[in-house]
């Protein structure tokens, strides 16, 4: 047992180490020699399965390559499937390939510089033109394409069906005038099959016009058919050579070259050759029946053909007029989505400057209030350092002298007195330190043996997270009212209430003092401007003998 597992582990070894160093271009150029051979098979078909294994093989790969996204080679599979179908005798499904290549070009950015597919599809599109018996749409398909065609191979081919299509409507003249133009040139042709081409066409073309050279350039084209084994080739030939004794009476010759032709056409396993021979050995029999009935079958097949192979062109315009319409429509979004950035834009900038105006406009008036307070500030120092002191100084100086009256000393006094207090009244606050104690200290400043003051809830305020501007006004107000009230009221009891509701501070002051008149408002417009400064407000209430109130919110 241990010696076969010591045979077969080397053995599967070797085996998965051959399998996964098999290296990837191996891979890939088995992928590229399939797809070259089965092109071979489509394009010069030898063996009958050969067109039907081509449409098999690049279904396949168009199917592989739309799903990869590879657009390009995804075009050129439908090329080739719809030359295949052609040649089958599928021309709806040669249509059908056709647009649906062409709606891929369209649909990529770089359209403009895929000429050689553009070409080669348009000259396909003209082939089924013409094999839809639409000259005219054919003709003109041609012309667009030799408008684009930017190689000789491409215009030797597109120029070939053009002639074809003046030959079918017997216009030899102008058929000949191309194909003499293309002969003339064959020299410059990069392979046998285009000079094969032109040559068996121009013999055909010179046959129906009597020309002597017909013969031999019909018969040069067969044997060079035959040398590179061009079996779709030899079926034209055989063809052409068939019409040409068939034309001259000799049923002997044109039978033998028609049923050549219709040996060839079993190999290349096309109905349409097939059908094509088929009518060709149909010519050849006397019976006048037969005559009428392939008129017929071929007035009824004409017919049929048209029905079925709807212009293939039209659904591309259709297709295109589609992409238009949607691509307008597109452009009406996208012009209706820029419109309404650009509204919002606008509004949002509208915003911005409107909130840009309110900022700015609260931090000029912040700024105001700051200077205010800094100026009185600084008025309170200047009063306190220079008047105030200069006063005292004089009355100490005076109270030396007896000559003095002691009634002049004593408005002295009071003149100084009034200097302290109005320094006092606008010194700096330092909000540095405990608030609530600080504004504590300034109500129980007034108390005296006259009046009793009476604060509720003020060590309860949050006064932390109110700004200093508002903190400042609140002082300042507070001692106004409370200055107001010492020297006008008379009052001998005073109640401060401090609430907080919601984001808001109600602070209410009632005194039991005299009252006063709100119209003259005793000087109180002062608290009134710096209240509006911190957009709060402040309401009075009294009349004579009931007391003062005051209700302040902010």
Same mark, same amino acid.
């Given at each position: 047992m241990n010696n076969k597992l010591s045979i077969i582990i080397p053995q599967f070894i070797f085996l998965a180490l051959f399998i996964f160093l098999i290296p990837h271009h191996s891979l890939a150029q088995v992928s590229k020699d399939s797809s070259l051979h089965y092109r071979k098979a489509i394009l010069n078909p030898s063996q009958p399965q050969d067109l039907p294994s081509g449409v098999h093989y690049f279904t396949k790969k168009k199917e592989r390559d739309i799903e990869s996204k590879d657009t390009l080679n995804a075009i050129y599979d439908l090329r080739l499937l719809s030359i295949a179908e052609f040649k089958i005798g599928n021309n709806f499904s040669s249509e059908n390939h056709i647009v649906e290549a062409l709606n891929l070009i369209e649909s990529m &950015?770089?359209?403009?510089?895929?000429?050689? @597919?553009?070409? /080669?599809?348009?000259? &396909?599109? /003209?082939?089924?033109?013409?094999? @839809?018996?639409?000259?005219?749409e054919a003709i003109?398909?041609?012309d667009n394409a030799l408008q684009i065609a930017n190689k000789l191979s491409d215009s030797v081919i597109i120029l070939n069906n053009k002639a074809n299509i003046y030959k079918d409507l017997l216009d030899y003249k102008n058929a000949l005038d191309i194909y003499s133009f293309l002969y003339e040139k064959r020299f410059d042709f990069t392979n046998d099959y285009q000079t094969t081409l032109v040559t068996d066409n121009l013999g055909l073309v010179q046959s129906k016009l009597n020309i002597p050279e017909g013969l031999d350039n019909l018969k040069n084209a067969l044997t060079l058919r035959q040398k590179n084994n061009d079996l779709i080739g030899q079926h034209a030939s055989n063809t052409h050579l068939s019409e040409y004794y068939l034309d001259r009476k000799d049923t002997t010759k044109a039978l033998f070259y028609a049923e050549k032709a219709l040996s060839l056409s079993d190999k290349i396993n096309s109905s349409s050759f097939k059908l094509e021979s088929i009518s060709l050995l149909m010519n050849m029999d006397k019976n006048p029946l037969i005559h009428e009935y392939k008129k017929l079958t071929d007035s009824i097949a004409n017919a049929k053909q048209i029905a079925e192979n709807k212009n293939a062109f039209l659904k591309y315009n259709v297709a295109e007029e589609q992409k238009k319409t949607q691509a307008s429509i597109l452009l009406q979004e996208i012009e209706s989505r820029k419109r309404l950035a650009y509204q919002a834009l606008a509004f949002i900038i509208f915003l911005i400057l409107v909130g840009s105006y309110f900022i700015y406009r609260n931090r000029y008036r912040k700024a105001k209030i700051e200077e205010i307070y800094k100026t009185e500030t600084r008025i309170a120092k200047k009063v306190h350092d220079e008047v105030a002191n200069d006063m005292y100084k004089v009355m100490t100086s005076l109270e030396n002298n007896s000559e003095i009256d002691t009634t002049i000393l004593d408005e002295m006094e009071k003149i100084y007195t009034k200097t302290r207090d109005i320094s006092r009244e606008n010194s700096a606050i330092d909000l540095r330190k405990d608030f609530g104690k600080q504004l504590n200290d300034l109500l129980l400043g007034y108390k005296n043996s006259k009046v009793n003051i009476i604060t509720r809830n003020l060590s309860k305020m949050p006064w932390d997270g109110i700004s200093e501007m508002k903190k400042t006004a609140i002082y300042r107000v507070l001692q106004e009212l409370m200055t107001n009230m010492r020297k006008h009221s008379h009052a001998t009891f005073v109640t401060l209430v401090f609430e907080k509701e919601g984001k808001k501070i109600h602070i209410n002051y009632r005194d039991n003092g005299v009252g006063c008149d709100l119209f003259k408002k005793n000087g109180l417009q002062h608290t009134e401007s710096r209240i509006t400064s911190i957009n709060g407000t402040i309401n009075f209430e009294s009349k004579q003998g009931d007391g003062f109130k005051a209700s302040i919110i902010i």
């Open positions: &950015q770089t359209k403009d510089t895929l000429i050689n @597919s553009r070409v /080669g599809l348009y000259n &396909q599109l /003209g082939r089924i033109y013409r094999a @839809s018996n639409n000259a005219t003109r398909t041609f």
